[in-house]
């Protein structure tokens, strides 16, 4: 459905880097949920870049709620947040060098020099701020449900922070981190690494880890809706990730069947896992345990040095200086919208699954 | 959509291992396609077990085309192909105890204890014979807009085969050969490897990789069916697949933007690039260069090993072993698989693009 | 989705008139729901040809399930039901003079020739029979919630039976006519109108009319999924059905709003209306009367009569005669057909809003 | 999918009565089409009160283009058009007694007392407003095909105007009519029955026939996609609609097929039919004749006539008497929305067909 996301619950994304507004359209959301604005913000300004680390293009981010919300709840109609777009600086782009590794190239052949190629237009970062608006309103209605998501920066440019351990905990924790690390350490090293990028008119990589809590076993489809389906789904329409793994992941390559295999032990009347290699999935369908998946995060494609590349106009070869205002990595600012996009697609399965009530009726096996 | 996948060119699955059949209906393919029942024949073979590196199930495979071939062509109606199950034992299942990686447990949460759990019912691999029946019927519609599917076992258990170096020829090489490897060397060591997992009563999982060539430029979506997104949604719905990571994937996390950026280039009047670490895709379309990702397959789950387990139907801690007939490795009989999702996403992808007439007609810029 | 309909329950047809069989795969229905093959064996002899008043063609509908029933229940996943052609002429039929009011010029433009032009192939009424054996499925479900679909004739080439008046008893009423009509008398002066239309070599038309009582109030959507949406998309890929409408439909137009308008009573602590001239539905949503609604069927195509026409593969005029087995009106076997699409909208609309176990666990408001 | 309609081209509608907007985001549309403001201000004064005919709430329509729109041509990329609400009077609301035949009492069994009732609130005409403005933004792109639509008032309370007759002249007498009839006597006297009504502190309904002409042949689907099923499923959710019928519709019961059958004939090198009962749609699939169809449009539920009802809160009897600002009738304001219901499902047909870029690369058979 292009821009359109989800079944029960969809999120629809409109708009560009140096248009008027991005905004998202959410349908499906349950009747007579608070919608918190304060919340909405704190969950902005986690994306909002903060310091050297990031662009230095500042936007506000003052959001309207144009319907679907009355009286400080969702009327169970749709509800369509606008961000204004305020702080552009148009005149730094020019038509016609491909950036490498952005989409001007691929923009020019799906829509033949129509696109507003402003800021990487409709495929520019910028976009994400609606879809944290989105998890502004959505997380909290997983929490009413118990249900709690976290991501942290896992490694950036080989750098790595702890993994999960006790999710529960480390999301409680990473909620009041401003750099999403487990390890405050980690994080300082990395914070240096990514300013020596900057320095070095280059960017940095990296991966996150998320992990999900408080899901009830029995949610999703063993084809074609599997729960590592509809999250990747979402997950892969983010710039700039190009990988994602659920539990051990690419690790299952080295592991043998009884090393993988997640032994179940009943425990406290429920039925657990012993170890998670499986991320809180097998068979498509969520087994009760945390769900936990890794994003590969290719370093921003915006860097100041002069690259080689071909302007799509002319047809002809030719060197690209990048001017504008660029993340020297992106890692920091994708953990909310890693965590909005999880939230949508959850919340999609839960409201596929429960009915569209669910998130003030709860969930009933 | 659950059991549906595509929104232009759809395919259902249905059936279950033990069940009468499993079978698909593929929808939205252009009129006048030659249907050629050898190649779904020498389709399903490259997926039947074959040697001791498989189950001993042996399954003919003799598909039955219900509906929408006439005189030998694809009529643009609905295609049901159905593939009867004949060499079942259902008694080698017991209810109750959850096999551990397996989707007992979670289709017992889903299902409420009427799913047929005989062999893994719906879970069951044996689906993907239907699967790879389809990709039988769309992958010479894609060979017709000069699109070809590769996929080979990068690496099982920690042995390498040599990756992608030049598309178009290697994937020639695969078509020919019964064990998907690029380097036949590489290939022999794995086969002992999976040999020596059974003589272990265990199992090894790898990791494949595929590539595709032949695509135009301009296909896919920002947001949210990005050529990834697409891609992804089929493949984690096929059982074992933990991971999937495109171009460099995780490694770009170890990568500064100045390595990652693939530069562009003309070259005889084409734009190309230099390398290829996005696989193919800038933005969630694609650029005109082969597509290429790998796939992180968990060891299968059925061991011969004792388990751990609980019997949900009790509520108690037991001890699991399983009987029945199961692969050491999956990782060779899935290649075909992922082949046919992969002809899935595309076709579904360039039907949208280019409109359902567009596998007679191809494609126009 | 072309040949899918529903988003929650979903029905997938496939199938030609003369080709091996027509099916259906039904999608998302609650697990644990009792499966009667009697049942469905009677909704197919309701539809099938009995009579002078119906074609000649004898069908036995010998249907085979072929996944997603276990134990005689539903197991939640995709149901596969089959039914083969077993009485079919193919020789009576050739290609190129196109059939007036038939699908056999248009289908030529879609599919360019490739089309199974056999007995009208996919545009067959034949491939009614697996909507009926759906409805099979699904009109038990929905009645294990309380709610009961009857259609009967309302009139049939000016031939008029009453409408209904107590929806409940007269569809009991119904259960037992092999004619549906509520009044005999009126049924036997339609069934010597058919019969002289068979005499005359021609066909008649008519007007059928569907209640559906036990429905809960708050179901459908304003925007696009209203009760009305769901329903008509269903009911107008029926052939022949023309038009659709619901309570007083066309009727309003000779109304004033004081008339037409239904008043609201509180009775037995429930909210009811005094008239139902909207038929159920206010604003796209139930309010929790009986949905009542009319269909206009035309009359059969296929008539003995010489007819003006073109064969379209010559490009010029020709004179045509149909040979084959026709009815002379469908207006009593298209009854069973709409009570089945009737249940699939209003299963998809259930599932949708209390999710996939509604027909299990029951609607709570 | 709720609140957006169309699977290649999309509209997804939001907004309520006294909000503070209402909108639309329409995506998949062809990059490069112009974009006409003044086009879509004249279509939405089309739609506006303009008379003591219409309700004397006075909305300037003073819409913003927030996405998808740059250098005056669309990009490809999502439109989200928004119209502030300006002229609320939401003291006129009262919430507990169910206004009749309104959406009242539905809603708050949908939604749990939780919806925006303010004049209706989702369920309100004033939602048409978006719609209006994307039917100005897709008729063009449609006119750039060939392809027009038109909508008159065929009948109000029994006065008739004449059916469309050559309809591509017809359509161009209606672009000039702020009164869409085709006998212009007619007309008069259709307005001086709403008058009448307005004196009666009542309202009256009527019909409303449309037309479109230049659609090309092979554009729909038999099953479940015909080209009756989109559009009704579209026009079944504008409020008031209770009726669709195609061609002959309803009077398809008094034909014999005979009378009802439209013989083919080559005229000009072309297919056309003789007769046009099948409004141009054979099995679900566009003929190439003009399509065809009428809708019953109930009169305003809203009249100033005392009114019994419940109030729904209290769960008792009640007597209501309506305030606020009403039509007498909507058959004139509703013309334009149907126009754009209309087109929005013929581009999503169109888009499906032949591709995204159908409305720039034009439709090759």
Known sequence: ???????????????????????????????????????????????????????????????????????????????????????????????????????DYTAFCKYHGYEDYRGGGHFSGRITAALVAVGGILLPALEGLGIRIGTHILQCHGICDRPFGQPEQDIALLAGRSFPVLDEDSGERMAACILEARSNTDSVGGITQTAVTGMCAGVGEPWFDSVESVLTHGLFSIGGIKGVEFGEGFGFAGLSGSEGNDAFRMEEGRVVTVTNCNGGINGGITNGMPILFQCAVKPTASIAKPQQTVDFLKGEDTELVIHGRHDPAIIRRICPVIDSVTAIALCDLLAGRFGTDVFVKGVSL
Do not use: W
């Not at 989800?6 to 008027?20: A, D, I, R």
């Not at 981010?61 to 369509?80: A, E, K, Y």
């Open 1 to 103: 459905m292009k821009n359109t996301f989800g079944q029960n619950l969809t999120v629809t994304l409109f708009g560009e880097s140096h248009g008027p507004a991005v905004g998202a359209v959410i349908d499906g959301l349950s009747p007579g949920l608070t919608v918190d604005q304060d919340f909405i913000n704190r969950q902005l300004s986690r994306r909002r870049p903060s310091s050297l680390l990031d662009t230095t293009r500042q936007e506000p981010d003052r959001f309207q709620i144009l319907s679907g919300v009355f009286n400080g709840h969702t009327t169970g109609t749709p509800i369509c947040i606008v961000i204004p777009n305020e702080n552009t600086r148009s005149g730094d782009y020019v038509y016609g060098p491909a950036r490498p590794s952005h989409a």
